[in-house]
């Protein structure tokens, strides 16, 4: 993939400095722009920034020719300085997330049962969203397409992030993400791997699987929703955060993905998108009792300090993606979102 | 597979995750191929997807059918 295009200051600093030739001089994008960020959760330059960092760590740029800009030190204090205000910006939303449940310590006499109880109600309280509901009854097919197209940017890198937190936890924990991964990375076939699923549904519309395009098209909100996993598991301290963050992505997953199947379906869509929203509302009923019971309960249950950690990561993930919906939502309201890709 | 342990687990107001087995068949006699490493069999009875659980258990309200 080639670098995408930067939107503003900070994304612009971390692009050039990419670009710049291997040992010369480092235009160390300036932490002091993110003055000028009052929102970061939906700020485009800020989390394409982040993003294209991020993205170091994963597949990388074509034409980013340093070998060692993964681990530039200059380049991680810039990474550390987005996370920063990132993370603050992630607990901040939560700490103002609405929450009538009780506290842990009423929810289960373990840590297990607790979070257990606690990851189960949060999820349950979620229906449909109205994302999925809109797909389902009223999107027109451009309107579809524009949803895969926002979505990309995390299909076609699907379950990679969380891959990243297998070394950093043990025992049964380690095991469930081992087995839940091993489902998400085709279980064996690689024709049924879910970020080829993807791609060939992209494809049955003629639209581009090359992810550039589609990060550079993506709202600042679904940018963070991607960049919110890499966050929680490309730091350990947020292992617990990342675990919580997956169980409450696959609990929330298979009711909205059969409504979106259903849309698929009036739409008359070629059969690979049918197959990847199919596979899906099967697969996640699978993965949340695994990201739940396998993993979380498991992890806790181990390391009883990573309850709190656990819950926060969920929540983030229910709040973030929530925003991320709205948006896209207001975008097809008011009729000024891109219409498809590709 | 030369570890053939069936394991089932219990999975409170949800479905019976499954391991290790080969087809799940149904009252009428039906097999179910099982295609990946872990299947959620339905307990309730509310799946679109029988053997198999799809989420409907969570759906407290009326399901909607297109
Ligand atoms: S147990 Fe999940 S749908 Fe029946």
Known sequence: ?342 | MSNRRVVVTDCPGGPLLVRGADEVVGIDGTAAPVERAVVAVCRCGRSDRLPWCDDSHRDRRRKTKT
């Open chain 1, 1 to 342: 993939m080639r670098l995408p295009q930067p939107c503003g200051p900070l994304s612009e600093g971390v692009v050039e400095t990419l670009r710049a030739r291997p040992n010369g001089p480092h235009a160390v994008p300036e932490p002091r722009a993110m003055g000028d960020v009052t929102y970061p959760l939906t700020d485009r330059d800020f989390q394409l920034a982040l993003w294209i960092l991020y993205e170091l760590h994963y597949r990388g740029f074509d034409d980013v020719d340093d070998p060692h800009a993964e681990w530039d030190p200059l380049l991680m204090v810039s990474r550390a300085a987005l996370e920063r205000t990132f993370e603050h910006a992630v607990r901040r939303l939560v700490s103002e997330t609405p929450d009538e449940a009780p506290a842990l310590e009423d929810l289960g006499d373990t840590p297990a049962e607790q979070v257990t109880a606690a990851l189960v109600r949060m999820t349950a309280r979620s229906g449909p969203s109205d994302v999925a509901q809109f797909l389902h009854r009223r999107a027109t097919r451009e309107e579809f397409c524009s949803y895969l197209a926002e979505r990309a940017v995390y299909h076609l890198r699907e379950s990679d992030p969380q891959s990243f937190v297998l070394p950093r936890i043990g025992g049964a924990a380690k095991v469930a993400l081992a087995e839940l991964q091993y489902d998400e990375y085709g279980g064996g076939r690689p024709d049924r791997l879910h970020q080829a699923l993807f791609a060939r549904a992209l494809d049955s519309l003629g639209m581009t699987t090359d992810l550039a395009p589609y990060v550079e098209r993506a709202t600042g909100a679904t940018l963070a929703s991607v960049n919110l996993m890499s966050l929680f598991a490309l730091n350990r301290r947020l292992r617990g955060a990342a675990m919580g963050h997956l169980a409450a992505f696959e609990a929330t997953s298979s009711l909205p993905c059969e409504r979106i199947l259903r849309g698929a379906r009036r739409l008359r869509l070629p059969d690979a998108v049918i197959d990847y929203y199919d596979e899906h509302v099967e697969a996640d009923a699978v993965h949340e009792q695994l990201a739940i019971r396998g993993i979380c309960a498991a992890l806790v249950a181990d390391e009883p300090e990573l309850a709190p950690d656990v819950v926060l990561g969920a929540t983030a993930c229910l709040a973030v993606d929530g925003l991320a919906g709205e948006v896209l939502l207001d975008g097809w309201r008011t009729g000024r979102h891109d219409r498809a890709a590709g």
